[in-house]
């Protein structure tokens, strides 16, 4: 890890240490240029998921992947008016929202799943004619209301007539698959903080915790739930960073894509292990392990759970048949134009 | 834990790869060997010569010993293809893993002369004498004893599972070389033993796949000289420790049976549209594998000792490996064998009966959890 990335983690860290007032806090990581990460010219892949780990770590409920990636987009695709912190959307595969033209304006059709709630509008990539564009969207009648497992509102939003302002949409200027693959990367990264934190938790816990006259972390079998939980952290530590790295370095689909499945994957075995070790405490609402084990069976089905990256990775390695080895490890831009391709055909809820 | 995660930029390492697949292509075109999972323990002296004369053993070792003087990382990606391929390495593999760099660091320099230019022209086989009939995960209890004698020592005890004892040249064994104080660790000795000379007996024993991999090795007053002795005496146990190391955390703990993936992948057996997802994770996992271990290396490249990372991959490792020939029956549907005439069927068979003695081989499951859970509950 590079100093500067040290640094972002820490100076996030003490923001979110200090954060009492939820408006104060947002200000803060606002006007601490948090949002901008992935604009950066270097390293912006691992910076980022470096400040959603930690604020993962914290269990923050302010919004930070969404923001950036709407901040991202809206840069790359030169859109103006769109607020410094906005929410982000995807329409899922196949899409079920899209742009039409009507008198020689823009306006949006369909509906939007699953969104964020969030209070100045949107950045979502949508369809113009097939090809993919990224739009801002002011303001759209939210349809129902759910919540995931984290606690978190979710809206399904009315796309029909809304009429696009100048400025507002444009091509998208990357590769189609590219915002999903970005998405899951980050959302790879927030469960690694959200685990970070269920190991903390878990081994203080079995430290502290007396039975039978001594520490619980005494018995090998807990020693043992320990363990599963390191060796879960230790794997997906090493995927998320090998995905931000290869990511910085122009690919990372196949690394995001193994990223996003052990993570998403890990996360089941990690919270359940981490209320065994805690035993009737750590299922109540009292005790803080319950915070982080909802985000993590909450996050786990965000842009592609584990079978869904596993099928794409599966389906090009059927392709790949005998290179299957030298398309893992030598990670050629080849191999990400073939996961690119299955991507492009799979389908996905968001 | 991985806090900080080394990295190798895969782009760099490619041409390297190349040469190594160029040579593995051409010994298959030849018809030289057939991959074959576990093929880390199928032993085929000639062909670890051509591999050595093609620059792919000793690579670590100093070029004074007729080592290649190339990277950590480097020999760690000849290993890996080595592995990916089905290679049979076994002649090589200890002495190049783990035997050379201990007699380089802790070998007389007589003993470095005679031994380390032999074991990188791939013409030295090395076993590991470290377990016992009454010694297993508990290694610090070895009974085999040396009592010093005539400038050197002579042995007498017996150590079992030596794997491929009765093809290699020489044994690294662990012996007790007074008493266990003033704790269980003290007076523990690594001793090499030339498994030719007098004094030293190998009984093969045969595994449920009906292989002769492992043995037992009786020593009956084995002569050695004091220009044989690793390290200090007494010292053993710290020894024995870094060795474990460079044991745990390479390439062998999770490729084993890679070479079921690759031949299912190749597809003789259709891989049904449904199961795409099952054999998708098995390549996941395979991913995710090799990019900690080469994360290992990497570090300990930099200068770092990754001891809890390297258990780590050894744990994930051996059961990725395991639940590969599991999942592949599974996902296609198709029922192991031996000799059947269909290859994919032969390689799964192997591979599951193979595949309960990869979590114990190198430390069991259980010792290993045991490691990990005392370093991230100290922490
Ligand atoms: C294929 C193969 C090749 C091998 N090659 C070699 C070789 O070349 N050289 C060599 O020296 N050795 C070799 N071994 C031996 C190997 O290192 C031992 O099998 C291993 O250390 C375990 O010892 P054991 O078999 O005596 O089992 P034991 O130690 O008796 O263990 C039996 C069971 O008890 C469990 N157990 C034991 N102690 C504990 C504990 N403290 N807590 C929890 N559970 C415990 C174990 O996990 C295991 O499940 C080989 C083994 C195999 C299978």
Redesign the pocket.
Known sequence: MTDSIALAEASIDRLLQRGTDRDQTGADLLSAGMFDVLLAEEQAFETAAALVKVAARHATDLPLSGPMMARWLADRAGLTGVPEVAGFALPGNPPTGWLERSDGRLVTAGYLQGVPDGPNGLVAVLPLDGAPWVVFIAKASGLGEAHDLAGQRHRSIVLDGLTIADGGAAPLPITASTPLVVAAFLTAAQLLGAMETCLTLSTRYAGERRQFGRPIAQF?AVQHLCARIAVGVATVRVAVTHAARALDRGGGVLEVAIAKSKASEIAEEIAAVAHQIHGAIGFTNEYPLGVFTRRLLSWRDEYGDETFWNGIVGTAAIRWSTQTWSHLVDAGPGTDDDLRAVLDNADLVP | MFEHVHTSDPRELRSLRGEIRAFLAEELARGAFKPAPNSWMIHDREFSKRCAAAGFVGMILPTAFGGRGRTIVERHVVFEELLAAGAPVAAHWIADRQSAPQILRHGSEELKQRVLPRIAAGDCTF?????EPD?????ASVKTRAEASDGGWRLYGT?????NAQRADYMVALCRTGAPEPNRHSNLTQFLVDLRRPGVSVRPIQ?INGDE??CEVHFDGYHVPDSEVLGKPGDGWALVMRELVAERSGPDRFLSTYPVLARALAGSHPVPLRAAAEIGRLVVNLGALQAMSLSVATAAQSGHSPEIEAIIVKDAGTTFEQELPAVVRKALGIRPGRSTGDDLRDLLGTALLYAP?FS????????IR?IIARAVISQ
């Open positions: 090998q | 076993a590991i004498g470290m377990s010694v297993g995960s508990d290694l150590k079992l599972w030596t794997s595994n991999d492992f003695s114990l081989r190198g430390g069991t499951r259980e010792i045991g």
